[in-house]
C-alpha cells in the first residue's frame, strides 16, 4: 500500500518568502506528525495532530510556523517570512494510535521536504 | 519523556554482529523502548519495540534487562546496506517521539 508522500521534494525560496509544504498520511491514520531535521542533527518535533485537532504544538518555533489539517487526512506546514534558519528537512510521519496497549505507536515517515531558503 | 544516551558512532565489518547500548535511567513504569533506523535521504523506519526481557523479529533483537535501566539493539551479520543512524527511544502512546542525536553505525566491507 502506499506509505506517507510530502511534496513538493525539494523547496528552494528566497529569505522572506512564504513556502507550504504538504504531507498525505497513509490512509486510515488518525494521527499525523510533523519533524525537521537540521544538517548532522537528530529529528525535532514540531506539531502533532489527532483528527483535525492539534493537541501538541509545543514545538512550532516561532508563530512564523502555522499548520492545519482538514477531513482528518492531508495537513500542509506553512512557514511564513522565510529564514535562512529554516533551511532544514521537513519530515511528516503518521501513524494508528493502539488502544489495546500502552505501547508506543509506530510512525511511519514520509521521503522529506528539503527547504533550502537563501 | 525519558532522555537517552547512546554511542555517537560506531564501526564494524560486514558479517559481525553488532549491539547498540542505550542507557534511559528514568524510564517510568509504563514506557516502551522503540529503535527506529535511518538512512541518509529518508525518513526513520521502525525497527523493533519491547517492554521487558527480549524482543525479536526477523531484523534484529532487543534486550531489555530486569530494571529496564537500559536496552541493546542486536543487528546480526550485519551488511554494507545496515549503515545507518540508529535512535533509541522511550515513550507509550500516541505522541511525539523525543528523538536523541542517535548512533552513526558505519559497516565496512
Known amino acids: 500500500g502506499a506509505g506517507v508522500s510530502q511534496s513538493p521534494s525539494n523547496k528552494v525560496t528566497e529569505k522572506g518568502k512564504d513556502v507550504e509544504l504538504r504531507c498525505d498520511p497513509i490512509?486510515?491514520?488518525?494521527?499525523l506528525y510533523w519533524y525537521r531535521q537540521s544538517l548532522g542533527q537528530g529529528l525535532e518535533f514540531l506539531i502533532y495532530?489527532?483528527?483535525?485537532?492539534?493537541?501538541?504544538k509545543s514545538g512550532l518555533p516561532s508563530d512564523r510556523f502555522s499548520a492545519e489539517r482538514t477531513g482528518g487526512s492531508v495537513s500542509t506546514l506553512t512557514i511564513q517570512r522565510t529564514q535562512q534558519e529554516d533551511s532544514a528537512v521537513y519530515l511528516c510521519?503518521?501513524?494508528?494510535?493502539?488502544?489495546?496497549?500502552?505501547?508506543?505507536?509506530?510512525?511511519?515517515f514520509g521521503p522529506g521536504t528539503r527547504l533550502t531558503v537563501l | 519523556l525519558a532522555k537517552t544516551t547512546q554511542p555517537i558512532s560506531m564501526d564494524s565489518y560486514e558479517g559481525q554482529e553488532v549491539n547498540i547500548t542505550c542507557s534511559h535511567n528514568?524510564?517510568?513504569?509504563?514506557?516502551?523502548i522503540t529503535w527506529y533506523q535511518q538512512f541518509p535521504s529518508q525518513g526513520p523506519r521502525f525497527i523493533i519495540q519491547?517492554?521487558?526481557t527480549k524482543v525479536t523479529n526477523e531484523v534484529a533483537s532487543l534486550f531489555i534487562p530486569a530494571d529496564r535501566k537500559s536496552s541493546t539493539l542486536s543487528l546480526p551479520r550485519v551488511s554494507l546496506s545496515d549503515t545507518a543512524v540508529y535512535y533509541c527511544?522511550?515513550?507509550?502512546?500516541?505522541?511525539?517521539?523525543?528523538f536523541g542525536q542517535g548512533t552513526t553505525l558505519q559497516v565496512k566491507p
Open positions: 510521519a503518521s501513524s494508528l494510535p493502539v488502544r489495546s496497549t500502552g505501547s508506543t505507536d509506530t510512525q511511519y
Open positions: 490512509s486510515g491514520h488518525t494521527a
Open positions: 495532530f489527532q483528527g483535525n485537532s492539534a493537541p501538541d
Open positions: 528514568n524510564i517510568a513504569t509504563n514506557d516502551y
Open positions: 519491547g517492554y521487558k
Open positions: 527511544l522511550v515513550g507509550r502512546g500516541t505522541g511525539k517521539l523525543i
